[in-house]
Protein backbone atom coordinates (compact mmCIF):
# COMPACT_ATOMS: atom_id res chain seq x y z
CA UNK A 1 0.00 0.00 0.00
CA UNK A 2 2.68 2.13 0.94
CA UNK A 3 4.78 1.71 -2.46
CA UNK A 4 1.90 2.35 -4.70
CA UNK A 5 1.41 5.47 -2.17
CA UNK A 6 4.68 6.48 -3.11
CA UNK A 7 4.94 5.39 -6.55
CA UNK A 8 1.85 7.37 -7.81
CA UNK A 9 2.85 10.85 -5.74
CA UNK A 10 6.47 10.49 -7.68
CA UNK A 11 4.34 9.95 -10.79
CA UNK A 12 2.06 13.16 -9.73
CA UNK A 13 5.54 15.24 -9.42
CA UNK A 14 6.78 14.26 -12.75
CA UNK A 15 4.07 14.50 -14.58
CA UNK A 16 3.95 17.78 -12.66
CA UNK A 17 7.15 18.89 -13.55
CA UNK A 18 7.22 17.24 -17.29
CA UNK A 19 8.79 20.26 -19.01
CA UNK A 20 11.39 20.64 -16.40
CA UNK A 21 12.68 17.57 -17.00
CA UNK A 22 12.29 17.42 -20.41
CA UNK A 23 14.56 20.93 -20.58
CA UNK A 24 16.91 19.18 -17.97
CA UNK A 25 17.18 16.75 -20.90
CA UNK A 26 17.87 19.17 -23.68
CA UNK A 27 20.68 21.16 -21.46
CA UNK A 28 22.61 17.63 -20.75
CA UNK A 29 22.02 17.17 -24.85
CA UNK A 30 23.55 20.04 -25.43
CA UNK A 31 26.47 20.28 -23.36
CA UNK A 32 27.44 16.72 -24.52
CA UNK A 33 27.01 17.75 -28.21
CA UNK A 34 29.19 21.01 -27.41
CA UNK A 35 31.75 18.33 -25.85
CA UNK A 36 32.04 16.16 -28.78
CA UNK A 37 32.41 19.10 -31.35
CA UNK A 38 35.23 19.83 -28.99
CA UNK A 39 36.75 16.62 -28.74
CA UNK A 40 36.30 16.21 -32.91
CA UNK A 41 37.80 19.13 -33.72
CA UNK A 42 40.86 19.36 -31.10
CA UNK A 43 41.20 15.12 -32.73
CA UNK A 44 40.98 16.91 -36.25
CA UNK A 45 43.27 20.27 -36.12
CA UNK A 46 45.74 19.63 -33.41
CA UNK A 47 48.22 17.34 -35.58
CA UNK A 48 47.66 20.11 -38.34
CA UNK A 49 49.02 23.57 -36.02
CA UNK A 50 51.90 20.97 -34.09
CA UNK A 51 52.85 20.43 -38.43
CA UNK A 52 52.37 24.02 -39.11
CA UNK A 53 53.88 25.91 -36.13
CA UNK A 54 57.50 23.24 -37.19
CA UNK A 55 57.56 24.51 -40.62
CA UNK A 56 57.47 28.20 -39.03
CA UNK A 57 59.96 27.65 -36.43
CA UNK A 58 62.35 25.40 -39.42
CA UNK A 59 61.55 28.53 -41.82
CA UNK A 60 62.59 31.19 -39.58
CA UNK A 61 65.63 29.41 -38.58
CA UNK A 62 66.85 28.67 -41.85
CA UNK A 63 66.52 32.91 -42.49
CA UNK A 64 68.55 33.13 -39.44
CA UNK A 65 70.88 31.00 -40.61
CA UNK A 66 70.80 32.63 -44.31
CA UNK A 67 70.93 36.17 -42.51
CA UNK A 68 73.66 36.06 -39.89
CA UNK A 69 73.85 39.50 -39.51
CA UNK A 70 70.11 39.62 -38.22
CA UNK A 71 69.50 38.96 -34.81
CA UNK A 72 66.56 36.93 -33.44
CA UNK A 73 65.26 39.90 -31.30
CA UNK A 74 65.04 42.18 -34.93
CA UNK A 75 63.20 39.51 -36.43
CA UNK A 76 60.30 38.70 -33.91
CA UNK A 77 59.93 42.49 -33.50
CA UNK A 78 59.81 43.01 -37.56
CA UNK A 79 57.03 40.15 -37.40
CA UNK A 80 55.31 40.87 -34.56
CA UNK A 81 54.36 44.64 -36.06
CA UNK A 82 53.57 42.59 -39.58
CA UNK A 83 51.05 40.18 -37.71
CA UNK A 84 49.63 43.56 -35.70
CA UNK A 85 49.00 45.26 -38.99
CA UNK A 86 47.91 42.28 -41.00
CA UNK A 87 44.83 41.80 -38.28
CA UNK A 88 43.89 44.98 -38.99
CA UNK A 89 43.61 43.91 -42.67
CA UNK A 90 46.95 45.34 -43.68
CA UNK A 91 49.42 43.53 -45.14
CA UNK A 92 53.15 44.13 -45.60
CA UNK A 93 53.54 42.36 -48.96
CA UNK A 94 54.33 44.41 -52.15
CA UNK A 95 51.51 42.50 -54.01
CA UNK A 96 48.67 43.50 -51.66
CA UNK A 97 49.29 47.45 -51.70
CA UNK A 98 46.99 47.60 -54.41
CA UNK A 99 43.87 46.51 -51.88
CA UNK A 100 42.48 49.43 -49.51
CA UNK A 101 40.36 47.93 -46.90
CA UNK A 102 38.49 51.56 -46.62
CA UNK A 103 37.64 52.61 -49.64
CA UNK A 104 33.24 52.86 -50.36
CA UNK A 105 32.40 49.42 -51.88
CA UNK A 106 35.05 47.51 -48.82
CA UNK A 107 33.38 50.04 -46.01
CA UNK A 108 30.15 48.81 -47.12
CA UNK A 109 30.86 45.53 -46.95
CA UNK A 110 32.62 46.46 -43.65
CA UNK A 111 28.95 47.98 -42.16
CA UNK A 112 27.15 44.79 -43.87
CA UNK A 113 29.21 42.52 -41.83
CA UNK A 114 28.51 44.68 -38.89
CA UNK A 115 24.88 45.03 -38.83
CA UNK A 116 24.09 41.68 -39.84
CA UNK A 117 26.60 40.30 -36.79
CA UNK A 118 28.68 37.82 -39.32
CA UNK A 119 32.22 40.18 -38.57
CA UNK A 120 34.52 38.25 -40.28
CA UNK A 121 37.13 39.82 -38.51
CA UNK A 122 39.68 40.38 -41.92
CA UNK A 123 39.48 44.58 -41.27
CA UNK A 124 38.96 46.45 -37.76
CA UNK A 125 38.76 50.21 -37.19
CA UNK A 126 42.47 50.99 -36.67
CA UNK A 127 41.60 54.81 -34.89
CA UNK A 128 40.09 55.52 -31.66
CA UNK A 129 37.23 57.58 -33.47
CA UNK A 130 36.78 54.50 -35.68
CA UNK A 131 35.98 51.89 -33.06
CA UNK A 132 33.79 54.17 -30.90
CA UNK A 133 31.99 55.16 -34.24
CA UNK A 134 31.62 51.11 -34.56
CA UNK A 135 30.48 51.13 -30.91
CA UNK A 136 27.11 53.37 -31.55
CA UNK A 137 26.77 52.17 -35.18
CA UNK A 138 26.55 48.75 -34.04
CA UNK A 139 23.82 49.80 -30.59
CA UNK A 140 21.53 51.32 -32.99
CA UNK A 141 22.12 49.43 -35.80
CA UNK A 142 21.83 45.86 -34.58
CA UNK A 143 18.32 46.36 -33.37
CA UNK A 144 17.44 48.41 -36.53
CA UNK A 145 18.61 45.36 -38.50
CA UNK A 146 16.64 43.00 -36.61
CA UNK A 147 13.86 45.00 -37.43
CA UNK A 148 13.94 45.47 -40.75
CA UNK A 149 14.52 41.63 -41.41
CA UNK A 150 11.62 40.74 -39.43
CA UNK A 151 9.50 43.42 -41.40
CA UNK A 152 10.69 41.63 -44.71
CA UNK A 153 10.45 38.38 -43.74
CA UNK A 154 7.34 38.26 -42.77
CA UNK A 155 5.83 39.88 -46.18
CA UNK A 156 7.98 37.33 -47.89
CA UNK A 157 6.10 34.71 -45.98
CA UNK A 158 3.10 35.83 -46.42
CA UNK A 159 3.52 35.21 -50.62
CA UNK A 160 6.47 32.10 -50.10
CA UNK A 161 4.48 29.93 -47.57
CA UNK A 162 0.93 30.81 -46.05
CA UNK A 163 -0.85 31.55 -49.26
CA UNK A 164 0.72 29.04 -51.46
CA UNK A 165 -0.51 26.12 -48.91
CA UNK A 166 -3.40 27.92 -48.06
CA UNK A 167 -4.25 27.67 -51.93
CA UNK A 168 -3.18 24.00 -52.34
CA UNK A 169 -5.09 23.16 -49.25
CA UNK A 170 -8.35 24.49 -50.64
CA UNK A 171 -7.25 23.41 -54.05
CA UNK A 172 -5.79 19.65 -53.75
CA UNK A 173 -8.22 18.79 -50.10
CA UNK A 174 -4.97 17.65 -48.45
CA UNK A 175 -4.21 18.32 -44.94
CA UNK A 176 -2.50 21.41 -44.34
CA UNK A 177 0.19 20.06 -41.76
CA UNK A 178 1.25 17.47 -44.62
CA UNK A 179 1.54 20.25 -47.51
CA UNK A 180 3.14 22.55 -45.10
CA UNK A 181 6.08 19.94 -44.82
CA UNK A 182 6.07 19.29 -48.46
CA UNK A 183 6.43 22.72 -48.93
CA UNK A 184 8.94 24.03 -46.70
CA UNK A 185 11.69 20.86 -47.81
CA UNK A 186 10.36 22.39 -51.29
CA UNK A 187 11.50 25.77 -49.97
CA UNK A 188 14.63 24.81 -48.36
CA UNK A 189 16.13 22.65 -51.76
CA UNK A 190 15.49 25.77 -53.69
CA UNK A 191 17.25 27.65 -50.97
CA UNK A 192 20.10 25.31 -50.57
CA UNK A 193 20.62 25.16 -54.44
CA UNK A 194 20.41 29.21 -55.03
CA UNK A 195 22.28 30.64 -52.11
CA UNK A 196 24.90 27.51 -51.23
CA UNK A 197 25.21 25.21 -54.21
CA UNK A 198 25.39 27.79 -57.00
CA UNK A 199 27.54 30.68 -55.49
CA UNK A 200 29.85 27.77 -54.49
CA UNK A 201 30.81 26.84 -58.27
CA UNK A 202 31.18 31.01 -58.96
CA UNK A 203 33.54 31.49 -55.97
CA UNK A 204 35.22 28.50 -57.17
CA UNK A 205 35.77 30.10 -60.42
CA UNK A 206 36.22 33.61 -59.43
CA UNK A 207 38.89 33.10 -56.56
CA UNK A 208 41.83 31.21 -57.82
CA UNK A 209 42.73 29.83 -54.28
CA UNK A 210 39.81 28.21 -53.36
CA UNK A 211 38.10 24.77 -54.65
CA UNK A 212 34.38 23.68 -54.28
CA UNK A 213 34.87 22.80 -50.58
CA UNK A 214 36.35 25.94 -49.21
CA UNK A 215 34.02 27.74 -51.42
CA UNK A 216 30.79 26.10 -49.73
CA UNK A 217 32.18 26.59 -46.81
CA UNK A 218 32.37 30.38 -47.04
CA UNK A 219 28.82 30.06 -48.19
CA UNK A 220 27.91 28.06 -45.02
CA UNK A 221 29.32 30.46 -42.35
CA UNK A 222 28.64 33.69 -43.79
CA UNK A 223 24.39 32.83 -44.18
CA UNK A 224 24.57 31.26 -40.85
CA UNK A 225 26.39 34.64 -39.56
CA UNK A 226 29.34 32.77 -37.85
CA UNK A 227 31.92 35.01 -39.73
CA UNK A 228 35.28 33.27 -38.61
CA UNK A 229 37.40 35.40 -41.54
CA UNK A 230 39.53 32.68 -42.78
CA UNK A 231 38.01 32.97 -46.04
CA UNK A 232 37.00 36.18 -47.40
CA UNK A 233 36.56 37.02 -50.98
CA UNK A 234 37.86 40.04 -53.08
CA UNK A 235 41.15 40.26 -51.24
CA UNK A 236 43.15 38.25 -53.60
CA UNK A 237 45.96 40.14 -55.18
CA UNK A 238 45.07 42.01 -58.60
CA UNK A 239 41.60 41.52 -58.27
CA UNK A 240 39.81 42.28 -61.51
CA UNK A 241 36.40 44.55 -60.69
CA UNK A 242 37.49 44.05 -57.02
CA UNK A 243 35.08 47.53 -56.12
CA UNK A 244 31.88 45.72 -58.43
CA UNK A 245 32.67 42.35 -57.15
CA UNK A 246 32.32 43.53 -53.30
CA UNK A 247 28.98 45.31 -53.98
CA UNK A 248 28.15 41.74 -55.52
CA UNK A 249 29.21 39.79 -52.55
CA UNK A 250 27.03 42.67 -49.96
CA UNK A 251 24.20 41.90 -52.01
CA UNK A 252 24.55 37.84 -51.76
CA UNK A 253 24.99 38.41 -47.81
CA UNK A 254 21.67 40.12 -47.20
CA UNK A 255 20.09 38.22 -49.91
CA UNK A 256 20.86 35.09 -48.72
CA UNK A 257 20.43 35.88 -44.69
CA UNK A 258 17.09 36.77 -45.77
CA UNK A 259 16.13 33.73 -47.49
CA UNK A 260 17.95 31.43 -44.61
CA UNK A 261 15.01 33.37 -42.11
CA UNK A 262 12.57 32.58 -44.49
CA UNK A 263 13.23 28.89 -44.29
CA UNK A 264 13.93 29.04 -40.85
CA UNK A 265 10.40 30.75 -39.78
CA UNK A 266 8.71 28.17 -42.04
CA UNK A 267 9.72 24.97 -40.44
CA UNK A 268 9.35 27.13 -37.25
CA UNK A 269 5.55 27.14 -38.00
CA UNK A 270 5.11 23.56 -39.09
CA UNK A 271 2.74 22.06 -36.33
CA UNK A 272 5.19 18.98 -35.27
CA UNK A 273 7.60 21.49 -34.70
CA UNK A 274 5.42 23.38 -32.61
CA UNK A 275 4.38 20.51 -30.49
CA UNK A 276 8.17 19.89 -30.16
CA UNK A 277 9.41 23.35 -28.51
CA UNK A 278 5.88 23.07 -26.57
CA UNK A 279 7.66 20.22 -24.60
CA UNK A 280 10.57 22.54 -23.16
CA UNK A 281 8.23 25.42 -22.61
CA UNK A 282 7.17 26.47 -18.88
CA UNK A 283 3.42 25.85 -18.30
CA UNK A 284 1.51 29.11 -18.27
CA UNK A 285 0.33 29.82 -14.87
CA UNK A 286 -3.30 31.44 -14.42
CA UNK A 287 -2.71 35.12 -13.22
CA UNK A 288 -4.37 36.50 -10.01
CA UNK A 289 -7.58 38.31 -12.26
CA UNK A 290 -8.21 35.06 -13.97
CA UNK A 291 -8.25 32.66 -10.52
CA UNK A 292 -10.49 36.04 -9.04
CA UNK A 293 -12.89 35.04 -11.59
CA UNK A 294 -12.50 30.85 -11.36
CA UNK A 295 -13.51 31.58 -8.01
CA UNK A 296 -16.10 34.03 -8.56
CA UNK A 297 -17.90 31.76 -11.00
CA UNK A 298 -17.92 29.10 -8.64
CA UNK A 299 -19.06 30.74 -5.15
CA UNK A 300 -22.04 32.20 -7.65
CA UNK A 301 -22.76 28.86 -8.87
CA UNK A 302 -22.43 26.73 -5.50
CA UNK A 303 -24.60 29.58 -3.86
CA UNK A 304 -27.31 29.43 -6.32
CA UNK A 305 -27.09 25.32 -6.49
CA UNK A 306 -27.57 25.87 -2.45
CA UNK A 307 -30.44 28.11 -2.75
CA UNK A 308 -32.41 25.71 -5.03
CA UNK A 309 -32.01 23.10 -2.75
CA UNK A 310 -32.86 24.65 -0.02
CA UNK A 311 -36.53 25.83 -2.30
CA UNK A 312 -37.20 22.34 -2.51
CA UNK A 313 -36.39 21.20 1.20
CA UNK A 314 -39.17 24.37 2.29
CA UNK A 315 -41.29 23.09 -0.64
CA UNK A 316 -41.18 19.60 0.96
CA UNK A 317 -41.50 20.56 4.45
CA UNK A 318 -44.61 23.20 3.04
CA UNK A 319 -46.50 20.80 0.89
CA UNK A 320 -45.44 17.10 1.77
CA UNK A 321 -49.07 16.18 -0.28
CA UNK A 322 -48.72 17.85 -3.52
CA UNK A 323 -45.24 16.45 -4.12
CA UNK A 324 -45.84 13.17 -3.18
CA UNK A 325 -49.40 13.07 -5.42
CA UNK A 326 -47.26 15.17 -8.31
CA UNK A 327 -44.32 12.09 -8.44
CA UNK A 328 -45.46 9.48 -11.50
CA UNK A 329 -46.78 6.03 -10.08
CA UNK A 330 -47.72 3.26 -12.45
CA UNK A 331 -51.51 1.98 -12.28
CA UNK A 332 -52.51 -1.86 -12.71
CA UNK A 333 -53.31 -0.92 -16.38
CA UNK A 334 -49.94 0.16 -17.02
CA UNK A 335 -49.74 3.73 -18.30
CA UNK A 336 -48.72 5.89 -16.20
CA UNK A 337 -51.28 8.91 -14.11
CA UNK A 338 -50.74 12.14 -12.23
Known sequence: MLQCLSGSSCLRVIDGYKSTWYFVVLVLVYVLYLIFGTLVFSAVELPYEEQLREELRTVK???????????????????????????????????????????????????????????????????????????????????????????????????????????????????????????????????????????????????????????????????????????????????????????????????GLIAMLVVLETFCELQQLKKLRKIFYLRKEKTEDQLNIVDHDHLSFASVSDRAASFREDKTDMFPGDIVSASPTTTSNGPMDR
Not at 142 to 149: E, H
Not at 187 to 210: G, H, K, M, N, Y
Request: hydrophobic share 45%.
Open 61 to 255: QQFLNDNECMSEEKLEEFLTRALEASNYGVSVLNNATDNWNWDFTSSLFFASTVLTTTGYGHAAPLSDGGKAFCIIYSVVGIPFTLLFLTAVVQRIMEFSTRRPVEYLHRRWGMSKPLLAALHASLLAIITFSCFFLIPAIIFSVLEEDWNFLESFYFCFVSLSTIGLGDYVPGEGYHQRFRELYKLGITLYLIL
